[in-house]
């Protein structure tokens, strides 16, 4: 988990102070489920890995042959 900083009107303060004592929970824990929403909304899936993919095969197609030509085939 990361620490991080967030800037409230002093209604949305008081609002969500009253929120986590009547619902005996952490601010944290609402504003975490809070973004959580926002997120099912209009971000990315939770989970998801937005790491390049590689398309086609390329290298791994050809790992025999590549393997072949820099070691040299097996005795």
Same mark, same amino acid.
């Given at each position: 988990m990361r620490q991080t900083a967030v800037y409230l009107r002093? =209604? =949305? &303060?008081?609002?969500?102070? $009253?929120?986590?004592?009547? %619902? !005996? @929970? &952490? $601010?944290? !824990? %609402?504003? @975490? !489920?809070g973004v959580d929403l926002v997120l099912a909304r209009y971000g990315p899936p939770l989970g998801r890995c937005d790491m390049p993919t590689a398309r086609g095969g390329g290298l791994a197609s050809r790992a025999d042959e590549l393997l072949a030509d820099g070691f040299g085939e097996p005795e």
């Open positions: 002093d =209604q =949305q &303060s008081r609002a969500l102070k $009253e929120a986590a004592a009547r %619902l !005996e @929970r &952490s $601010e944290a !824990e %609402l504003i @975490r !489920e």
